[in-house]
């Protein structure tokens, strides 16, 4: 018992510490949850759990489906143009290797960088395979012979949501990551000026935007926040391999040039919620990732105990996942006086 409170006095002395150090932007964090009212759906790749990832269909249909903010994946064409694409491969989830079989790099991989948007339009999307043996990654989502998908620019994807919002009188969200941007800087690709100038282009300027750009790479969010200027909601990514973001002196400096983590949902749970409560201590949001009903951690009996461990028990503040539709419904029945419409904004 002892030995608890001294743990526990511990933990809320390194907590209050952080509090302390949090630097100027701390209230202007605090703002920004007041303004999210609550917890979010962050529609993963788009609805990914019933159609291929990042497709225009994909993404409407996480619209429809009620999610808050939807997630474009981007990586670089050739002739410099954003692409909503998980991987800076184009064969995991394209038919890149029959219509253009020759532009494979000595690796056996098929660049997206290497070819322009013209090119890449010419591309059926599928369901994505692994790249070891071929096989589908989930076999029981979207049926193969499916035709018709394609790969969207950015700016088709922001046209989508846009355009919807201009129908339904809501306004849902974007949540695009920039993907490898050291990768992109070295093929001459520079990411974030682009993704800025198109983000501004479309309305997306200052602390209220609906905007959260995330990242794994802490380089490139603080290019954003501390060389190009952007006040724009920024998300530091947390992958299980970049544990060592996750100490408090890491915490610390992340607190300096964004407004939340997104850490894998294992980091959160390694650390038994302690993540969650040391991000909240420097006003961070955390939107952990990410949540499938068809790939359960075994632990967890259904996508709603996951959901509820994750928004209710560990108080994370939103979460990416392949089916939006169910974690809107578990939040409509766990905050019934929330409503859908205002939640999204909805003016009508
Ligand atoms: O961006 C959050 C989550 O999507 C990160 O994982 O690999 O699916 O982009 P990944
Ligand atoms: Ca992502």
Redesign the pocket.
Known sequence: MVHLRLTQALTLATLAAATSTALAGGADRLELADRLEGKIV?A??GASGYLPEHTLEAYALAYGMGADYI?P?LVMTHDGVLIAL?DIHLEGTTDVEAVFPDRAREDGRWYAADFTLAEIKQLSVEEREDGANGARVFPQRFPDDAEGFTVPTFEEMIRLVQGLNAVTGCDVGI?P?T?LPAFHDAEGLAMEQTLLTTLAEYGYRGRDARVFV?S?DPANLQEMRFELGTDLPLVQ?I?GGQQELTEPAALRRIATYADGI?P?KTLIEDSAGALVAAAHALDLLV?P??FRADALPGQYQSLRQELAQFYFGYGVDGL?TDQPNLAVDYLKLRQPARRLAERRRCSR
Do not use: V
């Open positions: 962050i993963h790749r997630e994946d998980h949540y990551e993907k995330q794994f990514l992958s997104g894998s939107h990732y990410t990416f």
